[in-house]
C-alpha cells in the first residue's frame, strides 16, 4: 500500500472522522469503529475521501467493511485509483 | 424497469381511485393528505384495541403526544444529518400591521407570501418515539428499564399517488428503553408478536431486513450498514400492488442512539438502548380493505371477532 496514501487517509480521518482517539496512535488494522467512528461520521469520512482522491465509491462498496480500518479504506481507495 | 414502474403507477392509481370511490378515502387536493370515512376510522380504533389487548400483560406506561413537538428537541436528534427530505417545519407569521399589509399584499399578487413567516418553536414528528426521549433525558432507568406505549400523528414529506403513502399518518408503538438485551428482546419479540397478530386478522404476512430512507449518497452508507446490523425489519403485505409488498409495520433496534443524544442512562452507567414496535394505522386498515374487500360486513367472521367489529 502506498505510503502518501495512508497519510493522506490519516489526515481525512483526523479531519471528518470525529474519532474519540487520536489518529496517530491507531494502528492501520485498528477497528475503527471501535475507535468511535459514526455511521454519520463515515460519511462525511466517504465524502472527503472522494474529494480528496478524486474517486467515487461504487454502492457496492459503500459498507461498513469498506472503511472499518485505514487498510481497508486504503485498499478501497487503490482498488478505484487503478 | 420503464415497464415496471407503470405497472406500478397504475396500481397505486387503481386502488387510491377505489378507495376514494367507495368514499374510504376523502381528497384534499394534495397527494397523500385524506380524510379518511367512518368505517376507515372504525378499523383503526378496533386495530387499537386489538394492540391495546396484546400489550396489556407487560403493563405499559401510556403516554400521548400531540403531532409537533419542542424544535430544540428535534435539533437534538440528527433527523436533519440523515432525513432531511422528510421535515415537517412549522412557520408562523408574528409580523406587524405593515408586515402583515405586505403578506396580504403578497398573496393577491400570487407572489411568495411565505417569505413573511418564520420559525416557530415547533416541528412536525417525525416518528411516535421522538417526543419521549426528551422526558426521560439526564435520567437513570431503573433496572427493569421503561416499556411505554405512545401513539401519534406522525409527518414525512414525500407526497405520493400510492394511497399508502401518506405524508401524515399514525404510529402507534411500544417503546423499550433499557439494556442492550432488554432492547433486543423487546425487538425480537414484538417482530414475531407483530406477524401473529396481523396473520390473524387474516394478512398475509412475512417480514424483511430493512433499512431507514437515509438521504443521499451518504445516506447509502448508512442503510447498508444499518442492514449489517439488522437493526430494522418490517413486517410487509400487499396493498395497492402485488409485485411491491408495503411495510405495514417495524421491529427496530436504535442501539444506543437515542440515549447518548439525551444522556439517558442505565444503572451500570453507560447509555440506554432503545427498541421499538410501530404499527402503521392507515396502511394495516388499507391492507385490510384490500384483502377483505370494502364491505366490513363480508369480512370472515374470525377477523371481525379478533377486532370486535
Known amino acids: ?54 474517486v467515487e465509491f461504487p454502492d457496492s462498496m459503500l459498507s461498513r467493511k469498506t472503511f472499518g480500518s485505514i487498510e481497508s479504506i486504503a485498499e478501497a481507495i487503490e482498488e478505484l485509483l487503478e | 424497469m420503464c415497464d415496471n414502474i407503470h405497472d406500478l403507477t397504475e396500481a397505486y392509481d387503481t386502488y387510491r381511485k377505489q378507495l376514494i370511490d367507495a368514499n374510504l378515502l376523502i381528497p384534499s387536493g394534495v397527494q397523500g393528505v385524506y380524510g379518511l370515512s367512518g368505517d376507515f376510522e372504525g378499523v383503526i380504533e378496533a386495530f387499537e384495541r386489538f394492540v391495546t389487548k396484546s400489550g396489556s400483560p407487560f403493563n405499559p406506561e401510556v403516554m400521548r403526544f400531540p403531532p409537533v413537538f419542542n424544535r430544540n428537541t428535534y435539533l437534538a436528534t440528527d433527523h436533519i444529518e440523515t432525513m432531511p427530505d422528510l421535515m415537517g417545519s412549522v412557520h408562523s407569521f408574528d409580523g406587524d400591521s405593515r408586515a402583515h399589509m405586505q403578506m396580504v399584499h403578497k398573496k393577491e399578487q400570487a407572489e411568495d407570501w411565505t417569505s413573511e413567516l418564520s420559525p416557530s418553536n415547533v416541528m412536525l414528528v417525525p416518528a411516535a418515539c421522538y417526543p419521549l426521549y426528551p422526558t426521560a433525558a439526564d435520567t437513570v432507568l431503573p433496572e427493569e428499564g421503561r416499556l411505554v406505549d405512545l401513539r401519534t400523528f406522525v409527518f414525512r414529506h414525500e407526497p405520493s399517488p400510492d394511497p399508502a403513502r401518506m405524508q401524515i399518518f399514525r404510529q402507534r408503538e411500544y417503546v423499550r428503553l433499557g439494556t442492550a438485551e432488554q432492547t433486543l428482546e423487546h425487538r425480537n419479540y414484538w417482530l414475531n408478536k407483530g406477524q401473529e397478530m396481523l396473520s390473524a386478522i387474516g394478512l398475509v404476512v412475512s417480514s424483511e431486513l430493512a433499512n431507514d430512507p437515509f438521504f443521499g449518497r451518504g445516506g447509502r452508507v448508512m442503510a447498508a450498514t444499518q442492514q449489517e446490523q439488522e437493526l430494522k425489519f418490517e413486517i410487509v403485505a400487499e396493498i395497492a400492488s402485488g409485485e411491491k409488498l408495503t411495510a405495514i409495520s417495524s421491529s427496530n433496534c436504535h442501539l444506543d442512539h437515542f440515549g447518548s443524544e439525551f444522556n439517558i442512562r442505565t444503572q451500570d452507567g453507560n447509555f440506554a438502548h432503545s427498541a421499538c414496535i410501530g404499527f402503521g394505522l392507515e396502511r394495516i386498515t388499507l391492507a385490510l380493505f384490500k384483502k377483505h374487500g370494502f364491505n366490513i360486513d363480508k369480512w370472515p367472521s374470525s377477523v371481525k371477532n379478533i377486532l370486535e367489529l
Open chain 1, 1 to 54: 500500500m502506498a505510503v502518501e496514501n495512508i497519510v493522506r487517509i490519516r489526515d481525512l480521518l483526523t479531519t471528518h472522522g470525529r474519532l474519540s482517539l487520536d489518529v496517530a496512535s491507531l494502528s492501520d488494522d485498528s477497528d475503527l469503529y471501535q475507535a468511535g467512528l459514526t455511521s454519520l461520521a463515515t460519511v462525511g469520512l466517504m465524502l472527503s475521501l472522494e474529494d480528496g482522491f478524486d
